[in-house]
């Protein structure tokens, strides 16, 4: 069994910032990816930030330039630092990875996620 638990959220002024943070824990053979989803009131779940490979990273063009996301694979945890952020950011975040438990069993997996509130 593999957990994901998620921290850092809140609340916070337009403008300001918030770094959240995901760690995954339990029988764990790798971790492919680790990312970060949103999902807003009344939309659909979407992914802000992944992380794959060596270093590679993506994000949603609503995000760039404002949000970076890092992982420590030694502490098996991802970030998410978010600057400048806007109200249109306020969501659930959710912490997703796919992990190998055993070699050639890969998982997915998500966190219970963490409210961001942007408001002033």
């Known amino acids: 069994q593999v957990q994901l638990v998620e921290s850092g959220g809140g609340l916070v002024q337009p403008g300001g910032s918030l770094r959240l943070s995901c760690a995954a824990s339990g029988s764990i053979f790798s971790i492919n990816t680790m990312d970060w989803y949103r999902q807003a009131p009344g939309k659909q779940r979407e992914l802000v930030a992944r992380?794959?490979?060596?270093?590679?990273?993506d994000y949603a063009d609503s995000v760039k330039g404002r949000f970076t996301i890092s992982r420590d694979n030694a502490k098996k945890t991802v970030y998410l630092q978010m600057n400048s952020l806007k109200p249109e950011d306020t969501a659930v975040y959710y912490c997703?990875?796919?992990?190998?438990?055993?070699?050639?069993?890969?998982?997915?997996?998500w966190g219970q996620g963490t409210q961001v509130t942007v408001s002033s």
């Open positions: 997703h990875a796919n992990v190998q438990i055993r070699l050639g069993a890969l998982y997915e997996y």
């Open positions: 992380t794959y490979g060596v270093g590679k990273t």
